[in-house]
């Protein structure tokens, strides 16, 4: 593990993504000019965020909060809390929000914030006063207009319940609208948390149809079962996928016969791992990604596939549930061999559409059935995997170029149709 965290530092994500963007801006001939604006975060703020700990000390903990682009409309991101965190991780992580947003054609700009901090090792007490201060020190960026946080890796409803507090607190009513993914009880959506894991398995239906794959009794592997992989698990068993392997950050365990992903959901929820399952063989993260399988999802962190080992992953289909989990070297050996992948802006995009849905019924004040808000949800994944494959087809470019041309001409569109100000 700690060599995994080491090699995720070495390779720096801002550098990735801009790499990412410079490439779809040369094949689309993109406006110089609105390159550059593109390469730039509009906004960084990094704040200290002083806590008192349990046993009397005091510790000061850094955290940011990045706006990328907000032609489309307010910021929409995730707050994550990571040991690792650094400043470019977070930026890369907005500019991929602002890509996300647009592929799925929501009204917002990109964002994402963090703290660097374990909260693994943080009382409850502790989480919550970090929290609080941390959103105490955005608070001149957030409001249901002007920037609204999420969970993101290390964050969950409990975190968001305390941002919204805090918000509301500070300004003296209730702001339901001002984060996404809350618990439903104070105004979160049903079927929030379960939606980056929905849209990575319609992207998984969506890509099999076009490609002629049969689902039933397809081999799966899945990297991390966390929110999104034990989602992701059950779903594609419940469509008569073969689940033959899954992990989290202590190993996987691997059985070609197939796993249960409900006996595995309550196995981690009793022990906090799925390594130590018996019904199968252990094998270690890397490994896991060499496996023989139909379909590969990487859903845990990024980078994971890189030029090391992409020639030995043995899937026909890769679809992206983590944020950046391919490295670009790795995506052209990927590509070479002919390996399908449908891309982490538009396969996880089911957290920020359920977001969005999360944000209109607050500002409505009208909530919906889980129901509608998955119909609603599949309809949006599948319009945007469909623009986003009609564009591989005529450009004859693979499925992450493509979903980077519709995103970024829908922002540089904004940015041409608003203007530069002043
Ligand atoms: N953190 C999630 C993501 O990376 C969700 C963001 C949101 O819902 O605003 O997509």
Redesign the pocket.
């Known amino acids: 593990m700690v060599a995994e965290v080491r090699e995720r530092q070495e390779g720096n994500l801002w550098e990735m993504v801009t790499q990412q963007l410079d490439h779809v801006a040369a094949l689309m001939h993109l406006d110089p000019r609105l390159h550059e604006f593109l390469r730039h975060c509009k906004r960084t703020l990094e704040v200290s965020i002083p806590v008192k700990m349990d046993d009397g000390s005091l510790r000061v903990f850094t955290g940011w909060r990045v706006h990328h682009n907000l032609a489309k409309g307010p910021a929409?991101?995730?707050?994550?809390y990571s040991p690792t965190l650094t400043m470019d991780e977070v930026k890369a992580?907005a500019m991929?929000?602002t890509w996300?947003c647009a592929v799925v054609d929501l009204p917002?700009g990109g964002?994402?914030g963090g703290v660097v901090c374990n909260p693994s090792e943080l009382s409850d007490g502790e989480l919550e006063r970090l929290t609080r201060r941390f959103t105490s020190e955005l608070i001149l960026l957030l409001g249901p207009e002007k920037d609204?946080?999420?969970?993101?890796?290390g964050t969950d409803e409990r975190v968001m319940a305390w941002m919204m507090d805090t918000f509301s607190m500070n300004v003296g009513y209730s702001v339901p609208g001002v984060v996404?993914?809350k618990p439903v009880n104070i105004g979160g959506s049903r079927g929030r948390k379960e939606a980056?894991g929905r849209s990575v398995a319609i992207c998984v239906e969506e890509a099999a149809a076009k490609l002629g794959m049969r689902l039933e009794g397809a081999k799966v592997v899945i990297q991390g079962f966390g929110k999104v992989g034990s989602v992701v698990a059950l779903l594609l068993h419940a469509i008569g996928c073969k689940i033959v392997a899954v992990s989290d950050v202590k190993g996987g365990i691997y059985n070609p016969q197939g796993l249960d992903p409900v006996r595995l959901t309550a196995h981690k929820r009793q022990t906090k791992t799925v390594s130590s399952y018996r019904d199968g063989d252990f094998v270690t993260n890397e490994e896991l990604l060499q496996l023989p399988c139909d379909i590969l999802v990487p859903a845990a962190v990024e980078r994971v596939i890189t030029e090391r080992n992409a020639d030995k992953v043995r899937a026909k289909l890769i679809v992206e549930a983590a944020?950046g989990p391919i490295t670009p070297e790795a995506d052209a050996i990927l590509r070479d061999k002919g390996v399908f992948i449908v891309p982490d802006i538009l396969a996880?995009?089911g957290?920020?559409i359920?977001?969005?849905f999360e944000w209109v019924q607050d500002i409505s004040q009208f909530f919906w059935t889980e129901q509608e808000v998955n119909e609603r949800l599949r309809q949006v994944m599948r319009r945007a995997f469909g623009e986003v494959w009609t564009i591989a087809h005529d450009r004859s470019v693979d499925m992450r170029t493509a979903a980077y041309i519709l995103a970024v001409s829908r922002v540089a569109e904004a940015i041409r149709l608003r203007g530069i100000y002043p």
Do not use: W
């Open positions: 929409k991101g995730g707050i994550r992580l991929l929000m996300k917002y964002a994402k609204i946080p999420a969970p993101d890796m996404t993914g980056p944020n996880n995009a957290g920020v359920v977001s969005y």
